[in-house]
């Protein structure tokens, strides 16, 4: 059973940075790397919503609230990816959600608090 298993969450100060990880467990290189790698986000009282998603090693996507401070990138010899958070806002605060789009799994969520 695969299993993705996040870690780097934390609580940060408005500005700060936070680097959150993502690995896949038990599954190997060649079915990990066509998937599409993602980080969502559910903020309280909002639904949960697509942060960033990487395709291969440069098609990117991200919602417009984070462009140019987040940026998702994936190591596929290690089957992780990673979303670099800079300059972190208030507004950035919510449980964080790895996926793996083809696989269609997701890991167990982990906490961001920006405080102001």
């Known amino acids: 059973q695969v299993e993705l298993v996040e870690s780097g969450g934390g609580l940060v100060q408005a500005g700060g940075s936070l680097r959150l990880s993502c690995k896949a467990s038990?599954?190997?290189?060649?079915?990990?790397?066509?998937?599409?790698v993602a980080w969502y986000r559910q903020a309280p009282g909002k639904q949960r919503e697509v942060v960033a998603s990487?395709?291969?090693?440069?098609?990117?996507s991200y919602t417009d609230s984070v462009k140019g401070r987040f940026t998702i990138s994936r190591d596929n010899s290690r089957k992780t990816w990673y979303l670099e958070m800079v300059s972190l806002k208030p507004e950035d605060t919510g449980v964080y959600y790895c996926n793996l789009e083809q696989a269609g799994k997701w890991g167990q969520g982990i906490q961001v608090t920006v405080t102001s």
């Open positions: 990487l395709t291969g090693l440069r098609s990117t």
């Open positions: 038990r599954m190997i290189t060649s079915v990990f790397n066509p998937n599409t």
